[in-house]
């Protein structure tokens, strides 16, 4: 293991012991029985529950009879497309009894109503009322020409229910619905392995918060264990993994020798080994800058695949890029940035950087390896990020709430004062961001340098779909800028 402390380590070593007690060492039972060798691993298919409301055809009406038809066929294509989405149950009330609906709805995760018809509320709200009070995240689509009803139907967001409301005729509204309610079902079957303990704010690192508000488990690993997987790792599949993932994409290698970049890889097969035993989806470490390898290129491969590794041990980050991960299918980018006022600009930059930060089927773009900035040493990757790409800057912290803004690369520096993997974005207003930054929610001092610090950037502009999940999940959203 190397003996060289950079600053963030040393910034961060007063949490670890405390994130270590508290992550606790006890496994669920099932542990062994989720354990599979499909690699990257898959999420079993989330059940929405689907419910035709109100009338159709005939006099006074406004949907014709062939309505239910065309949902049914186009919700078919969502779950194909989506491929980790079932649409259960399919019924019309009336005729069918909505209390037959709702002693059916144990079974699934969450709830699509579809308002078909009814003018000035009356018996479909009714039964909305009934199926919403449920409690599970449910989503009301209602086209125009749906009848009055629609204007009681926001008094439920109002009232604290999570409701989200698609009042517009975009049926791919409705794709999108989906795609975040698929986010606290995965969430509650996903397993974080933490290497040397979490960092972040409180709520983040305590294993047992975490359980409780999310469902998700966090495994405690030691520094020794790691050590124990990379030796294990045959040198010759390390080597092939190497050339394959590495030396055959990359545009150029400065500063690493073969044989550092052939160490990172053996690191990175070495915790697929580990994710593998545990059923684990993500992986943080507060030890990413020590032995056996550092985390960078491991963590970049990870997040290529569509699963999740967070450098510094950052956990609050750790459940950022999960959410977004199964809400948009997308990486994140953990970011140590800087403001540039006098461009309106936020500065992000890392030695942690995805390849495929399109998602895991896009193409890579092109990548430069170099040493890690801080130490000068190890691995870790110069990404070239797209100019002209919007992108969404959020952090889910104290479990409890989402800090986001949104931007526009717009310039790619390679700054020697900075990280490797440089990128500047356009924001609303960066004197205002500077000002308001962590919102008086995260405090520097009490929770740690990098807690207050670091966000995670993601390809694409989510604000109002974040919006929609905190409705779904019942978490705030707080806007930085």
């Keep these: 293991m190397s003996d060289f402390i950079n600053r963030r380590e040393f910034l961060g070593a007063g949490a670890v012991g405390a994130g270590a007690v508290m992550l606790g060492t006890g496994l669920s039972g099932s542990a062994a029985a989720r354990r599979s060798e499909e690699w990257p691993p898959r999420m079993p298919a ?9 009338r159709t055809g005939g006099i006074y009406l406004s949907r014709p009879h062939d309505e239910i038809a065309k949902f049914d066929k186009y919700l078919s294509q969502v779950e194909r497309k989506l ?15 909505v209390d037959k609906v709702v002693a059916k709805l144990k079974d699934a995760d969450g709830v699509l109503l579809f308002h078909l018809s009814g003018h000035g509320g009356g018996a479909p709200k ?9 409690g599970l995240p449910t989503a009301v689509f209602s086209q125009p020409f749906s009848g009055h009803g629609w204007m009681y139907f926001p008094q439920w967001q109002k009232s604290g229910k999570k409701v989200v409301l698609l009042p517009t005729s975009d049926w791919s509204r409705i794709d999108q619905v989906a795609k975040l309610m698929r986010v606290a079902p995965h969430l509650r079957r996903t397993r974080i392995l933490v290497v040397r303990g979490p960092l972040g704010t409180d709520p983040a690192c305590s294993a047992e918060q975490v359980k409780k508000r999310l469902g998700t488990e966090m495994i405690p690993i030691t520094v020794e264990e790691t050590m124990k997987a990379h030796e294990a790792v045959d040198i010759k599949e390390a080597e092939a993994e190497a050339e394959t993932y590495w030396f055959s994409q990359t545009k150029r290698i400065v500063e690493p020798s073969r044989e550092e970049v052939i160490n990172s890889a053996r690191f990175y097969l070495a915790t697929k080994n ?8 993500a992986v943080t470490s507060s030890n990413c800058m020590g032995g056996p390898a550092k985390g960078c290129l491991t963590y970049s491969k990870l997040n290529d695949l569509g699963l999740v590794g967070a450098c510094e041990g950052d956990m609050d980050s750790t459940l950022t890029m999960l959410i977004f991960n199964y809400a948009f299918g997308v990486p994140g980018f953990i970011s140590d940035p800087v403001f540039d006022t006098s461009e309106n600009a936020l500065i992000h930059f890392h030695c942690t950087s995805a390849t495929k930060m399109d998602g895991p089927s896009s193409q890579r773009l092109p990548f430069t390896i170099r040493t890690q900035s801080d130490s000068e040493q190890g691995v ?19 479990l409890d709430t989402m800090l986001i803004s949104t931007g526009k ?4 520096t390679h700054d020697e004062l900075g990280c490797r993997t440089q990128f500047w974005t356009k924001v609303a207003n960066a004197r205002s961001m500077y000002h308001n930054w962590g919102a008086d ?23 109002d779909q974040v919006k929609d999940l905190g409705v779904l999940m019942g978490f705030k959203v707080v806007e930085e800028a």
């Design 380 to 398: 870790s990757l110069e990404v070239e990020n797209r100019i002209g790409q919007d992108v969404t800057c959020a952090k889910f912290v104290n």
């Design 409 to 412: 690369i717009y310039k790619i």
């Design 83 to 97: 491929g980790d989405v079932k649409f259960i149950g399919g019924e019309l009330v009336p005729p069918t009894e």
């Design 126 to 134: 009714k039964a909305m009322d009934q199926i919403i009070d449920v």
């Design 46 to 54: 989330v059940k929405i529950y689907k419910v035709y409301i109100g």
């Design 274 to 281: 580990m994710m593998l035993k545990y059923g684990a989806q």
């Design 441 to 463: 929610i995260i405090k520097g001092g009490q929770h740690g340098v990098m807690t207050m610090l670091h966000r995670d950037v993601f390809y694409g502009d989510y604000l």
